[in-house]
């Protein structure tokens, strides 16, 4: 059975885009092998993430997620789903020094891009993007 969850999160400490990219490439390699794929958004201090994927591999998956201390989960969804939205496992924030500009690793998506293309964000509904996007979840100073 596949099982699908929707989380936003705080992030607890400030992550530039080395750190970034060290989280897409880490995860997207780890998530491969567990065939879970989505979509995760940086942006503001804030997280948005899809994830989905066998029952068996999501549930460790999350509680190390949640366990990690960098950020600070609230779980939007949690459900089983019959299909996929996500053939990877893809992840999208603003490289505000353009660090990696000619040598991107594969599953980066400029933030811009998502704000101007609505079929990037699939399963997750617009007005919750919009919301994360306004700075629902993003850490108050
Ligand atoms: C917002 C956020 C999203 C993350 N998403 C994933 C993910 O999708 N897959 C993954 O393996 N690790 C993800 N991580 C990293 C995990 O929290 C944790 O650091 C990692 O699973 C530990 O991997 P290791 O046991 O191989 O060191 C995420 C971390 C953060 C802060």
Not at 77 to 106: C, G, K, S, V
């Amino acid at each position: 059975m596949l099982h699908h969850v929707i989380y936003a999160s705080t992030a607890l400490i400030t992550f530039d885009p080395p750190m970034l990219y060290q989280l897409l490439a880490h995860a997207r390699k780890a998530n491969h092998a567990r065939r879970i794929t989505g979509m995760l958004l940086y942006h503001n201090n804030s997280f948005l993430q899809l994830l989905e994927g066998p029952e068996e591999e999501m549930q460790p998956l999350f509680q190390r997620i949640c366990d990690d201390p960098r950020h600070k989960p609230v779980v939007l969804n949690n459900w089983q789903i019959r299909q996929r939205y996500y053939d990877e496992w893809l992840m999208a924030f603003i490289d505000h020094d353009q660090t990696l500009q000619d040598n991107r690793p594969d599953g980066y998506i400029p933030y811009n891009a998502v704000l101007q293309d609505d079929s990037l964000l699939r399963g997750i509904d617009r007005k919750l993007f919009e919301r994360f996007h306004a700075g629902e979840w993003s850490r108050k100073v």
